[in-house]
């Protein structure tokens, strides 16, 4: 790699949504989805103001029926006198027709190919003639709509979700990055001979890792096909609170820092209006680049696709393992850090399990490394105006603790990337920190920073200071960073959908609840989630559910097999307890 080299970066279609545009040179939009039933228009005016206000600037309706896509025209009639320029997105599942007619008068429709064709989903398995039949009848379905879109302006995005792909396209890709992206592009691929070009595609799922992967596979192959249209981005089933926008980040930011993304919506478990403030903050954050210092996809050591974590050789007991958490000595926090630091005159001491050692600075190495009684391992603080190729080819056993404070978050991966390409073994400990007194700020910040390295599995430890905050919250954001980019589980895991019109019941006190109970739980994933119509599929591979099932009723779920229906929603926490413990993973608290 050119240490001067810089990769221009194509621009997106743009394509027009009402008044607005996305994609292109346009600055990212924002944007979020009602979670009134869309059938009460009174709640779903003054939501639509709420959210406006907080600053979105496109707005989505859930419209399961025709019932609902009425009710929409009348809340386009009342909202649409104070506020034209507000496009406003009829979001459509299962029926065609809801979406044809929700083209004729709304500026955007999204559909899920998943189950835009609907009799594609009563098929197991698919011969070559049943794959062709099942992808004509979605063709057919989406060339009546196209024409309605035509006729209308309206926009279409073609919403894939990890969690509800076709068993058309499970059959051949199973749930993959790559079937996710054949789910998009067939109906790209469709709309394009078509010759209508007014989309925007979106890739989403709760897994930040996948979803990166996918949308990275979706832009290649657009690039190669010169079909480069904008890109929607969002982390399904977020959660809540700071777990929710640190997961919601740690998808989005590496796709946006390296060009990837012209609209953002991010999910939370919580009113949309308090998305919003989180969705700006991260495009403020993190602003599309014009270039890249590196090749975005080149596949060389990391490979920017692909799953495998890059080989390390374990010094000092790091390398081998999950990614380590550095913290101050003296935190007390649960878990702890796996290696305490502290402050000397020359440096840092490090203690790990009541041993002790230094780490130096690179230029002492003719200091003799006192770890290890003998051994000739040592660690070594260093920053990346070394030169990558140099730190590379010392074969010693070190372990680099790479200070990234003086490069852009873009250089310092780059740097990564050539110290792997250069033939380094040693692990790194990505070192940072940060100066930012605002918590969300902060936790946004450095999740997006760092994702950008730990989504690809590039480092053997990450050590984040920030004077403003304690110790004990630097490790928990620490441990939730590596969570979130799915290197390390330190905690329940929790899938909660944000809720929108199929929601019947209070899913922000529910899940409040769920986590009271369960956050003793380590390395279980728990989804709390609005419907029985989506949810079990969007809960992807949670281990328990809890999943709405109609009007005060619940149904839980093992896996993805329901074993309790329809329980009162009263005793549905229980239940799910209950559940959890007759399958032996409950333990108490
Ligand atoms: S799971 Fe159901 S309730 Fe939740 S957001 Fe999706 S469609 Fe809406």
Redo the contacts with the bound molecule.
Sequence with gaps: MDPEETYLLPLSRKVKIGRISIGGSQPLVIQSMANTQTSDIEASVSQFKRVIDAGAQMLRY?TPGLRDVEALKKIAARVKKSHPEIPLVADV?FQSTVANRAATFCEKVRINPGNFAGSEKDLLEFNQESYEAGLNSARNKLLELIEICKEHECALRIGVNHGSLSSRIMSRYGDTPEGMVESALEYVRICHEAGFHNLVLSLKSSNTRLMVKAVRLLCKIMLLEDLYYPLHLGVTEAGNQLEGRIRSVCGMAPLLMEGMGDTIRVSLTEPPEDEIPVARMIGELFPKPETLPYDRFKVSSIDPFGFSKVSVREVLEVGRGAPVVIGDKGTVYMPAPDIYASRTERGYIFEKQGHSYNVFSLKNEHLPAPSGEGSEAAAFLIDTSEDPARIAQIEKDRLWILDCNAAQPLLVKKWVLNYYDAGGKNPLILKKTFHESNKEKYVLRASGELSLLLIDQMVSGIWIENDDFTSEFNTWLSFQLLQSTRNRFTSTEYIA???????LFDIQNVLERVKESTAHLTGLTIAV???I???PG?MADADYGYI?SGKGQVSIYKGKKEVLKKIPEKKAVEALIQIIREHGDWKDP
């Excluded at 959908?497 to 929601?503: D, I, L, N």
Aim: proline residues 6%; aromatic residues 0%; neutral net charge.
């Design positions: 859930s599942h959908c944000p809720s929108c019109g199929r929601t989630m609005g419907c119509v989506n949810g969007e709405g």
